[in-house]
């Protein structure tokens, strides 16, 4: 069993071992984040327009007006849409000579009082990203409200390339104190640090975090005589992290403190090497928060495979060449392992889908009689051969592909998190994976089986539970 790391933070003369439990949010400085109609760029199929029909059909401009517009040029593979970005310092808004454009502080949309406009067309003139229109009939400006907050054009896109990303819903934690030093010594681009970072910020004060060696434990442990982190952090083996967990746990207890603890290792402890001491402890149920960061392999050793490394991927110990085609076998799924101990709560997350991350997380603080359990989506980079720039997009196209599903289970109780009821093909993901771009159209499809079947089980299960409580 390690210790706790360091003598003085790095990141501040905050405490390294209060114990208060309460999450300190108050007299802080919050970002405000507002939710927004986001899509993904050339997806839209050639010779569709929903989006800017349904438009046209909710306001009274024109037969034309539509604040959504389509942009397709088949000759150079260009389908894209077109529309307001409800700029934080809009343009449009310092253009306009009678104040008949102003931007909410509730909501973020910026709105155009009818009443007040004269048509001059400024704004349109103004705005760099052509998100505003001179109505045909009314020779008034219009552009998109957001349907004020309930945007129609979602709703009507078939494969659901629109949608409202619900920003507001991580305001609370993007002002919050920044537990860990800032810089990093991760790489470049890494999701996993990324993933930490907001961790700590979600949990706040009150807890303690454990680690085993990976490379989020460089991260906390700092260097010399200073902390990575303003928590109490102990670094302890690949075998022993529930263990000593579970000793930290009854400590406090007989000492009649409620403390938080929260385990963030790699997938080489929690999947592979610590596997029995995780299963012990759902078994027994423990009550502390385990975080598996999964990047698919030992990325901190020299990229070997792990038990959640998945089939025909390129690592180290799984070449390609020759009559080596990667790795052999299908991965490990611990979520669903988990999922059949029995414990409180599980749950898969992403960095990409934060606001899901988040509320997550929160419902693993509320847990007081027993394990929980979060299977956290990492892509590495390096590892993976991939941009560094990439990892936020793969995370995306992940769950886009049903490749990493989010969903829950809760008492018992599965559901999903993220309705993907159009994946798109695994192809869509692998392409952006060096470890892949060996594959051939017969593997890729093995790999498509293995998705299509992994996310069938898991709806067959939130099935069983719905026509149970029904």
Not at 119 to 141: D, F, H, Q, T, V
Not at 153 to 181: K, N, Q, T, W
Not at 404 to 432: A, H, M
Request: proline share 6%; hydrophobic share 35%; glycine share 10%.
């Amino acid at each position: 069993m390690g210790t706790a790391t360091g003598n003085e933070p790095l990141v501040g003369d905050a405490s390294r071992t209060g114990l208060d439990l309460s999450r300190n949010r108050e007299n802080v400085f919050m970002v405000k984040v507002y939710k927004t109609l986001q899509w993904e760029k050339d997806a839209c199929p050639p010779d569709c327009f929903a989006c800017e029909e349904t438009c046209v059909h909710r306001n009274d401009n024109g037969p034309l007006d539509s604040a959504i517009k389509v942009v397709h040029k088949p000759g150079d593979s260009y389908h894209n849409v077109i529309t307001c970005l409800q700029c934080s310092e809009p343009a449009c808004q310092e253009a306009c000579t009678t104040g008949a454009i102003q931007k909410s502080k509730e909501d973020g949309i910026v709105r155009i009082l009818q009443e007040k406009c004269i048509g001059c067309g400024m704004c349109a003139l103004a705005c760099p990203y052509g998100g505003i229109y001179i109505s045909s009939e009314k020779n008034l400006a219009y552009k998109c409200d957001a349907c004020d907050g309930k945007p129609k054009c979602v709703e009507a896109c078939p494969l659901h390339i629109l949608s409202f990303f619900e920003g507001d819903r991580i305001s609370p934690y993007m002002g919050d104190e920044d537990f860990l030093s800032p810089g990093t010594r991760a790489c470049s681009g890494c999701p996993a640090e990324l993933s930490l970072r907001h961790t700590l910020r979600i949990v706040g004060r009150g807890a303690v975090f454990f680690g085993a060696p990976g490379c989020m434990t460089t991260l906390m442990i700092g260097s010399g005589d200073k902390a990575g982190g303003k928590l109490p952090y102990f670094n302890c083996l690949f075998t022993n992290v529930p263990s000593t967990m579970t000793g930290v746990h009854r400590y406090y207890k007989s000492k009649g403190k409620e403390v938080k603890l929260v385990a963030f290792v790699g997938d080489g402890c929690a999947v592979d090497i610590g596997f029995q001491a995780l299963s012990g402890a759902a078994e027994r149920g423990e009550n502390f928060i385990f975080i598996c960061y999964d990047n698919e392999g030992y990325m901190n050793t020299g990229n070997q495979r792990s038990s959640t490394t998945p089939p025909h991927a390129w690592t180290n110990t799984t070449p390609v060449g020759g009559e080596f085609r990667g790795k052999e076998k299908n991965s490990k799924y611990l979520p669903l392992i988990m999922a059949f101990h029995g414990i409180p709560y599980v749950a898969t997350a992403t960095i990409a889908y934060l606001e899901d991350y988040a509320q997550k997380l929160e419902k693993a603080l509320a847990v007081k009689d027993g394990l929980s359990y979060i299977h956290l989506f990492t892509p590495c980079p390096p590892g993976w051969r991939s941009s560094i720039e990439s990892g936020i997009e793969i995370s995306r196209l992940a769950v886009e592909t049903n490749y990493f599903p989010l969903w829950e289970c809760e008492r018992g109780q599965f559901r999903f998190t993220r309705d993907v009821s159009n994946p798109k093909p695994i192809g869509k993901y692998t392409r952006l994976i060096g470890k892949f771009s060996h594959l051939q159209e017969t593997e890729i499809q093995e790999l498509q089986e293995m998705v299509n079947q992994r996310v069938n089980m898991i709806k067959s299960l939130v099935n069983i539970i719905e026509v149970r409580v029904l």
